[in-house]
């Protein structure tokens, strides 16, 4: 069974951190490009990082950079965003989804239709 799943959510005041953990399940997420995105109410969903996985590539929304970083675990199937400064419009559900690296393109990383799959999500909320 295909599944992915986040974790490391919560409440945190501006400035803090968080370490949101994407576990893949049932398949091998070392053949899969791996985004995260967020969603606050009333938004579109955006995406807010990806791992090609193929070579290595790493990208960011402009909003981001600088403070979040992404890596991946293949040993342990999971894909990581660590999430350092944060600030109150960081507020979102955080979700991460994938496509298979054939069907990775740079250009398009942030597009949410491009991903077959999708976890949950966890909620992030960055409030004093």
């Known amino acids: 069974q295909v599944q992915l799943v986040e974790s490391g959510g919560g409440l945190v005041q501006p400035g803090g951190s968080l370490r949101l953990s994407c576990k893949a399940s049932g398949f091998t997420l070392d053949y899969y490009a791996v985004g995260w995105f967020r969603q606050a109410p009333g938004k579109e969903r955006e995406g807010v990082s990806c791992?090609?996985?193929?070579?290595?590539?790493?990208y960011y929304a402009d909003s981001v950079a600088g403070r979040f970083a992404i890596s991946r675990d293949n040993a342990k199937n999971t894909v990581t965003l660590q999430m350092n400064s944060l600030k109150p419009e960081d507020t979102a559900v955080y979700y991460c989804a994938i496509v298979p690296r054939l069907r990775f393109s740079r250009s398009t990383w942030r597009s949410a239709g491009r991903y077959d799959y999708w976890g949950l999500g966890t909620q992030v909320t960055v409030s004093s």
């Open positions: 791992t090609s996985g193929s070579d290595g590539s790493t």
